[in-house]
């Protein structure tokens, strides 16, 4: 099961659907559990409507003692290595803590969860939100004028003492997740994304139902405050209108055509092209003609360009996802939408956020699903040519080879096979030795993977068995694709993968998400960093994060040659690719080990050791300082 990395719909879906104290045990006397697949499973039956968990007092109160009993029991009973699923445990008792009226249990276990975040910006700003609701507790127990007095005060108080040049960039986009959060969109984005698994089997994961959880606490207990919310985080932006200093544009390359010594085809493994956004830059296949016939016998019709495979991964011509009549109408309209949310997260008050709000403000639950798969859609449809565009900035002598690979847009995606995964495992053989028959130097990867994905999506249709059945097949069905990609980029010495990290602020390794968690020495797995050069609160950390690049509201277009500022793990990749692309347009000598050397070598780590920043210019000194061949 292959999931984009398209930052949108992740923001989105975390809004509608979400995912101590001592042990009796020494941690030494438990067993250790090391990767998510050692995870135990838990199931929960529930009768009726998921939503209501989310809005009925009783409905969440059962569920809620049965998941925290589980949730003290594995910790009391395991070692967990893992900080980030410690975080998860910890934040969901924290939640049913404070709900059931111990506040004192619910910042202690915040003390612990802050603890355990190692990103700045992500430990100053969590739990903010509930310490100023706490606060203001004490004052009015009754969700009365007093208490919203109160909570404003304590919430300004305690936000007004944050660093804005550490935590500016969160506390946007929680501004821009106050503004468009709904009970609409809570209720909408869990009965469509959990309903109808649920009928099926008549119960819900323990990682459903901790979601579902936190959810009650978020509809319940924040959702009311959303416009003290709103101006609290407004007043505090708009007294802080510093934009932080931008370090990529002192440290960029960038080439002329005389200073190229002849073309350096980069492979584009994504969710398609717009080969008219790049006219210039496009690798050309010079067997093949534009006929509706495989004219060379490789086995891909019209692959003039590159080559394509559908959700099923068979071979198709089209380099873009091929859009219906209305889907090609809705187009404008999801752009606007699409820029609005990229400037509410940035904090532009501009005409398209303007259209979002009022959009997101008549959302029914019933509209809700229609709005996310649409907008999961535009992001597959722009992934691949915003990603294009940063690969081949500044560097004439780039040539674009795309190999698309399609992702579901639905909310319910398809149940996952073995066959799937077979057919899969050998589109990916088919792509790379594509890349290798014309020339392939680099590749870039802005997607990825894991058996958890899998599960999920067995859930969703109500499909697999018991929870502990599904990780089992999970787990088959994964190792085929994992397996065949590792063996396909072994067989490639020759070219680099560069492989986004992933934007779910998680461990890759314990994770184990592919292609980020495959070690090779020719790829590289790219962390994101802002303007500043700053971790972002959702980039994907590891001791497998080779470097760090700019992810942050990079600039490129997307089809129909608009230009849009993304951020993910996904536009730090093409940052490096297109830095090694360079290289080679200079040196087309350069080995891969060089290449990873160069970029690594000369990056500049941390004094916590978390960032391996990228340092382009600087590797072009090592570039020149080598001795001609």
């Known amino acids: 099961m292959l999931t984009g990395m398209h930052p949108l719909l992740r923001w989105i879906s975390a809004i509608t659907v979400a995912a101590v104290v001592s042990c009796g045990l020494a941690a030494a006397d438990k067993p ?72 004192d249990a619910a910042l202690k276990r915040l003390a612990i969860v802050r603890d355990l975040e190692a990103k700045p910006a992500n430990k100053l700003t ?49 501004k821009a997740g106050a503004e468009i959060v709904s009970p609409a969109l809570i209720l ?32 319940t207990t924040f959702l009311p405050l959303k416009d003290e ?9 708009a007294a802080h209108l510093v934009t932080k200093p931008d370090i990529w ?9 005389a200073d190229t010594r002849g073309p350096v085809v980069i492979g584009i493994w994504d969710s398609g092209l717009d080969v008219a956004a790049y006219p210039d830059n496009l690798w050309a296949n010079p067997a093949e003609k534009p006929d509706g016939k495989d004219d060379d016998g490789n086995g891909f019709v019209d692959d003039m360009h590159g080559i394509a495979f559908d959700l099923h991964a068979n071979p198709e011509p089209d380099l873009l996802i091929p859009l219906t009549a209305e889907q090609r109408a809705d187009y404008p309209a999801m752009s606007g939408l699409t820029k609005g949310l990229l400037d509410l997260q940035a904090n532009i008050d501009s005409p398209e956020a303007g259209a979002l709000r009022t959009r997101m403000a008549g959302l029914q639950p019933q509209d809700v699903q229609p ?39 639905h909310l319910i995606p398809e149940v996952p096979t073995i066959e799937q995964a077979r057919r899969e495992a050998a589109s990916y053989r088919s792509t790379v030795a594509y890349f290798q028959a014309h020339g392939v130097r680099v590749v870039n990867m802005s997607w990825g993977g894991s058996p958890q994905d899998i599960e999920a999506a067995f859930e969703a249709n109500g499909a697999g068995g018991t929870p502990d059945e599904r990780r089992a097949k ?28 992933g934007n779910s602020d998680n461990n890759a390794q314990f994770s184990d998400v592919f292609p980020s968690g495959i070690d090779l020495p020719n790829i590289l797995t790219v962390g994101a960093v802002d303007q500043a050069g700053e971790e972002t609160s959702f980039s994907t950390f590891g001791a497998n994060v080779d470097v760090h690049a700019n992810g942050f509201e990079v600039p490129s277009k997307v089809p129909g040659g608009e230009v849009m500022k993304y951020s993910g793990t996904s536009m730090a990749a093409p940052n ?54």
Do not use: C, W
């Open 126 to 174: 969590t739990g903010v939100l509930l310490e100023s609701v706490i606060a203001a507790r004490r004052v009015s127990s009754s969700e009365d004028a007093a208490f919203r007095k109160a909570f404003s005060q304590e919430y300004a108080k305690r936000i007004g003492a944050l660093p804005f040049a550490i935590v500016g960039d969160n506390l946007k986009q929680a």
């Open 371 to 409: 709005f996310l798969e649409q907008l999961n859609l535009f992001g597959n449809y722009t992934h691949g040519t915003h990603v294009a565009g940063i690969a081949i900035a500044g560097n004439p002598a780039a040539r674009l080879l795309m190999a698309r690979i399609t992702f579901d847009h």
């Open 188 to 219: 909408g984005g869990v009965d469509s994304q959990i309903q109808p698994g649920l009928d099926k089997t008549g119960t819900i994961s323990g990682d459903v139902a901790q979601g579902l959880i936190n959810q009650h606490l978020t509809y």
């Open 576 to 629: 490096v690719a297109n830095l090694a692309a360079k290289f080679l347009a200079v040196r087309p000598d350069l080995t891969v080990a060089q290449l990873v050397a160069l970029i690594t070598e000369s990056a500049d780590r941390s004094a916590d050791g978390r960032i391996n920043l990228l340092n382009p210019k600087r590797s072009f000194e090592r570039v020149q300082a080598l001795p001609s061949r």
């Open 229 to 237: 919310r709103v101006a609290v985080l407004g007043a505090y932006l």
């Open 32 to 103: 250790k559990i090391t990767s998510q697949d050692q995870l135990p499973r838990f199931e929960y039956p529930l009768g009726g409507k998921a939503t209501a968990v989310v809005t009925d007092a009783a409905a969440y109160a059962a569920l809620a003692a049965r998941v925290r009993a589980d949730l003290e029991n594995l910790l009391a009973t395991y070692d967990i290595e893992d900080r980030t699923t410690l975080q998860g445990i910890q934040s969901t008792l924290m939640g049913i803590d404070f709900l059931a009226g111990d506040t």
């Open 249 to 257: 544009a002192a440290r960029d390359v960038a080439l002329q055509a």
């Open 474 to 501: 999970a787990r088959e069905i994964y190792l085929i694709t994992l397996e065949a990609m590792t063996e396909v980029m072994k067989a490639a010495p020759d070219i680099l993968f560069v492989v986004a990290a």
